[in-house]
Structures are given as C-alpha cells and as structure tokens.
C-alpha cells in the first residue's frame, strides 16, 4: 500500500497546478503497482479548501481510506517535537506530521510532493511524483 500525500491529490485534481502532470503520472503508474490509500487527514485538508463533501468522496473513491490512529497521532507529535523542540508556543502538529507518522505506523511506502523534513520520519520510504516514471523511487 502506498499512503499519497495531499500535495498530490491537490496537484492531481487541479489540471491548471505545476506539478499535475508528474503527479497524474505518479498515480497512474503506482496505481498498477500497489493500492493507493489517503488518509483522514487529506480528507480533512480537502473539506478545508471548501469542495463539497460528494465531491471529494467522488474524487477518492478509488482510494483506500486510512484513518488516523492513536500510533501514527504519538509518532506525528513526537517527530514534531524533535523537529521543533525550541517552540514556545506549540503551533498544531502539521497534517505532514500526522501522514508520515501515519505511513510510519502502517510500514507503507509515502507518494509526495512535499521534500521538507523528511528526516522527521527515517523508517518512511518516500517517492516522488517526478521520479515514478522514471524507474526510480
């Protein structure tokens, strides 16, 4: 199983984003490989960025949903505190956070656009819309 990002989802709905056609590529190609999964969390960003819920349910029916459990919510919260142990006032532990943690939890391979703090997550085995086509990943 493969948990996708919500910056690929994003790009992949949005034909007008940068990144649509390496991440409709991606997902084409994985697709054949592996089951595709999203997480609660996406579906939350989703809801957030105002689409209709018939909509979004439309856009991820192919989709294995995964919800967010306790593991993954102590994983996303300790990796944000590694990452950011100087913080004063605790900003809320980043949708990133709580999907790679979830990834870690589940031991499944993570689709993203996103290459920052990757390192908050080691045991994750991330791939990258741009490198599915090519061989790598």
Not at 20 to 33: F, I, M, N, Y
Not at 105 to 127: G, K, Q, S
Request: aromatic content about 8%; glycine content about 6%.
């Amino acid at each position: 199983m493969i948990l996708v990002d919500t910056s690929v989802i994003v790009a992949w709905l949005d034909r007008t984003h940068e990144d649509h056609r390496a991440c409709a590529g991606a997902l084409e190609h994985w697709a054949g490989q592996e089951q595709l999964a999203v997480s609660s969390v996406t579906y939350a960003e989703l809801a957030a960025g105002g689409r209709t819920r018939q909509a979004v349910d439309e856009d991820l029916q192919d989709f294995q949903r995964m919800e967010l459990d306790f593991e993954a919510g102590w994983r996303a919260g300790q990796a944000f505190g590694r990452t950011y142990p100087a913080a004063k006032d605790r900003k809320p532990v980043l949708p990133d956070f709580l999907i790679r943690a979830q990834a870690a939890a589940l031991n499944c391979r993570h689709l993203t656009n996103d290459r920052r703090r990757l390192r908050a997550f080691p045991e994750v085995d991330y791939i990258f819309p741009d490198s599915a086509t090519s061989g790598a990943g």
